[in-house]
Every structure is written in C-alpha cells, then in structure tokens.
C-alpha cells in the first residue's frame, strides 16, 4: 500500500471506530505508539491520520493530555431560535441557545470585573473608544454531561456599568440586564451578528477544540430604549460543528398570490 495513503485509511478506520461507539464521547483514545503497535505504521503516519480526525472535528489532540473524542460530532444538532424570554424566576432574561431542555452549568470560574475593551470591532459596537475601561463579564457554560459548549463575553457601557457591578457572575442569574432597564433604559432591543472565523489559541483550549476548527461568533447587541445608544454588547463563542442556525423565510407582500398575468398568455 502506497505510504502516502496509508494515514487516510487509519484515519478512516479509526473514524469508523468512533462513529460506531468504541470510544464515546470525552474518551481518551489510545496513545500514538499504541496505535502504531496496532495498525503496524509509524508514530509519524498514525500522527497524519489523528491530525486528519482533529480537523473533521472527531478528536481533540492536546500535548501531554492525550486525544479525546469530541461531542460536536456526536451529539444532536439543535436549531437555535430567535426568542428572548423572561426566566422563570423573573429576574432577568433567556437569549436562544441550542440546548434545547438540557441542563447547562457554568464550566471554570465566571468574572465580573473591570476591564479594558481593546477590541476595536466590539468597542466600535459598544460605542467606546478602544482601550476604554468598562464592565466584562465572563462565563463559560454548556451541556452538564458534555465538554465546554460556548464561550460568553458580555462589555457593559461606562454609564451603566455602576448598577450592575456588585451583582454576582453566575450566567444563570440573568438579572443584570433587568437592572440596566430598571436604571432608565427600558426596553432594551437586541440585534444579533453571526459570522464564521478561527478561534485563538485560548478559544480553542477552552471549547476543548483544535485551533484549525473553525468557530461560529455571535455577537449581541442590547440597545436602550430610551436614548437608542448601546449599553452591552455580548459575544458568544461556539465550536461550529456544535450549533446550527436556522431562519424560517417569509414572502414580501409582492411575492403573494394571485400570480401576475403571464402578458404572452393573456386573451
């Protein structure tokens, strides 16, 4: 067998395995002179072939930690909607997700802190020049049973941050936005930006990704409805192969019924 294919028909075998559930989800998978002993090739081919699975979005490869299998292709795809609601407790808000009725936590320690928002992109949304000092929050949460889920970076304005500062970082809490309304800007609306792009190294050890997997972004941005000027803008960051979007299309009032009369068939 040529020794140039030899790493895609490991690569195919091991994908097999995976797929049929040898290894589940979050599993550490053999180490490379494991399977090399077993496929009888070289670290080097069985390397090519677990960078093959890495890429697919099958495995996860971290020096010194070994490769685990992903849950981003085994898991179930979930639309992810477009309604806000209120949360059962009545303090603050529920943004969509592709979570459906699982039950999510928080991953790592979550912030509320001060910062300076360097990103010139999110500062330009946020109405700040960048390098402004303002209030971030961090969390990172998902699926209880499952790796990292999405990355959540929310950049409070200057002129309501005071108001919301003491509050605790639990994502759960949802009641900083309410306090925002109840300060004077009520209702805030929100408009949502979704792009594709690579995550940075830090993205990608803390969604358990590969580096060379591409991310979905979603950024929100909540606007006062007092003054119509941004008081937050909140980045999501998800591992691509983990979410799906979906839009329902509606007609525009010229595309409804009846049919214009075909001129070349008129009577």
């Not at 300076?116 to 999110?122: D, F, M, Q, T, V």
């Not at 950049?155 to 759960?172: F, G, K, T």
């Not at 972004?217 to 000027?229: A, K």
Request: aromatic share 6%.
């Amino acid at each position: 067998m040529p020794v140039h294919s030899r790493y895609l028909d490991i690569a195919s075998e091991i994908r097999r395995r995976i797929e049929t559930g040898e290894w589940e989800p979050g599993a550490r998978l053999p180490r490379l002179d494991d399977f090399a002993a077993e496929y009888g090739a070289n670290r080097d081919t069985i390397g090519r072939a677990v960078a093959v699975l890495e890429t697919e979005g099958y495995v996860w490869a971290v020096q010194g930690r070994g490769i685990a299998v992903r849950y981003g292709t085994m898991r179930p795809r979930r639309p992810r909607g477009d309604l806000v609601k209120r949360n059962e407790q009545a303090t603050g808000y529920s943004f969509p997700s592709a979570s459906s009725h699982e039950m999510w936590v928080r991953h790592g320690t979550a912030s509320n802190t001060p910062a300076r928002l360097e990103n010139p992109r999110i500062a330009r949304l946020l109405g700040v020049e960048p390098g402004t000092e303002v209030l971030r929050r961090f969390r990172i949460t998902g699926p209880a049973s499952e790796a990292p889920f999405q990355i959540n970076v929310s950049w409070i304005h200057p002129r309501v941050a005071e108001v919301v500062a003491d509050l605790d970082a639990d994502p759960a809490a949802g009641e900083w936005l309410c306090r925002i309304e109840k300060a004077g800007h009520w209702p805030i609306s929100w408009l949502e930006i979704h792009r594709a792009r690579m995550p940075d190294k830090e993205e990608a050890a803390l969604l358990e990704i590969p580096t060379s997997l591409p991310v979905l972004e979603i950024v929100r941005v909540g606007t006062s409805g007092t003054d119509d000027r941004p008081v937050e803008v909140t980045e999501y960051v998800v591992a691509s192969d983990r979410v799906e979007t979906v839009h329902v299309l509606h007609r525009d009032e010229k595309a409804q019924e009846p049919w214009p009369e075909d001129p070349g068939t008129a009577v």
